[in-house]
């Protein structure tokens, strides 16, 4: 009998940011959500634009994601500034998926921030 293969899924939403370009720091609004095969949901949130931080926590969320087997899908970048004809930093959703370990715990990476 063939093995059925079983994903388990997380959603990384950046739902605001903020750049200071003088100080050179970060101020995001991220939260992710652990989807488990089973239907179980754990959602954390990583960062606040209250918080200021010397890296991105988006990109850094999604390095420590991998490292942790989470494999990229796919990524919705929001809309274009009015003036500069960029993408924004807000409103990025990240979604990646990786096999089911049995007993693997699916929030077992590290990414709340705000400790």
Request: charged fraction near 25%; glycine fraction near 6%; charge should be negative.
């Amino acid at each position: 009998m063939e093995q059925q293969t079983c994903w388990e899924y997380c959603r990384l939403y950046c739902q605001d940011s903020y750049y200071n370009v003088h100080e050179r720091t970060y101020a995001y609004a991220v939260k992710i959500w652990f989807m488990g095969s089973h239907g179980d949901v754990i959602e954390r949130e990583i960062s606040t634009t209250e918080q200021m931080f010397a890296f991105d926590p988006w990109l850094k969320a999604i390095g420590l994601l991998g490292g942790c087997s989470w494999e990229l899908v796919t990524v919705k970048i929001g809309s274009t500034t009015n003036r500069h004809d960029s993408l924004l930093l807000d409103n990025q959703i990240a979604y990646f998926k990786r096999l089911v370990i049995p007993g693997r715990p699916i929030d077992d990476v590290e990414l709340n921030f705000t400790r």
